[in-house]
């Protein structure tokens, strides 16, 4: 089940009210990132400058691919990142262990760059680890919905924002 949510104010961290919200919310694929990537790849090849060129190339179609495998599955209580076909398993993550499941009220603080153009998503929540785990994200989704979702679910961040 997909909700588009457009909902600007609605915290579940540690230092908001709560509201729950039933249904998962799945962002979009967007291959905004990648075809940005691969355009500064062809842009460089034609100057001559071969090391960004393969650079930007081989990250653009790896986050192409990822686009189309990795999703945030945003449960009413939790943000839960799943690899397409996997859906079911509980896998570990290889750099942290554990699960790629975080309860909301563990956020300390997220933040979406660059609002405009979102590039990356970042959060910091202390399930992992009681001073905190930081986790960063290429943004291989639609960032408005993926903003929203935030917003809804995990309370607003302290500077990023769609303008």
């Known amino acids: 089940m997909r909700l588009h949510l457009h909902v600007l104010s609605c915290p579940q961290g540690p230092n908001a009210a709560t509201k729950r919200t039933a249904g998962t919310v799945i962002p979009e694929p967007s291959f905004n990132l990648p075809i940005g990537l691969l355009a500064i790849a062809g842009f460089s090849a034609y100057e001559g400058v071969e090391p960004l060129a393969w650079i930007t190339g081989v990250l653009g179609v790896f986050l192409g691919i990822q686009a189309t495998r990795v999703k945030f599955l945003f449960e009413p209580n939790a943000l839960e990142v799943v690899v397409a076909g996997k859906e079911e ?56 919905q993926l903003y929203d979702a935030m917003v809804e679910r995990c309370g607003p961040s302290q500077n990023s924002g769609p303008k």
Do not use: S
Request: proline letters at 7%; hydrophobic letters at 40%.
């Open 89 to 144: 398993q509980q896998t570990e993550n290889a750099f942290v262990g554990g699960r790629n499941k975080w309860t909301y009220d563990t956020f300390v603080n997220w933040e979406l760059w660059w609002p405009n153009f979102p590039i990356l998503v970042y959060f910091k929540e202390t399930q992992t680890k009681p001073e905190g785990q930081i986790h960063f994200f290429p943004v291989i989704f639609n960032g408005k």
